[in-house]
């Protein structure tokens, strides 16, 4: 199955515009099962979240990645996200 990528446009305008005091563990995005498994999306959320770890930290700042993922800094998130079955993807739901 091939899913085409997130980008980094539609993570900043996913997590601005669904957020408001939420954390992300309260965030579903629902993936059509039909094109890709969980896996696989997991998976290209985090080759984003890796090679744009710092730009999302520029454009949401610490306060807003503390609230959605629970991390201070780019490396603990760098850390976190190394795992597809953290909780910082617990926003994904493929069905």
Do not use: C, H, W
């Not at 954390?23 to 290209?44: G, R």
């Not at 609230?67 to 597809?84: K, M, R």
Request: proline share 2%; no cysteine.
């Amino acid at each position: 199955m091939q899913a085409s990528k997130p980008t980094l446009s539609f993570l900043l305008v996913f997590l601005r515009g669904r957020v408001s005091g939420r954390e992300v563990n309260e965030l579903k995005y629902i993936f059509n099962v039909n094109k890709a498994d969980e896996a696989t999306v997991k998976n290209a959320f985090k080759d984003l979240f890796i090679a744009k770890a710092e730009d999302m930290f520029n454009n949401l700042g610490q306060a807003k990645m503390q609230q959605l993922f629970g991390v201070d800094n780019i490396s603990d998130f760098l850390d976190e996200i190394d795992d597809i079955s953290s909780p910082i993807y617990d926003f994904i739901k493929v069905e």
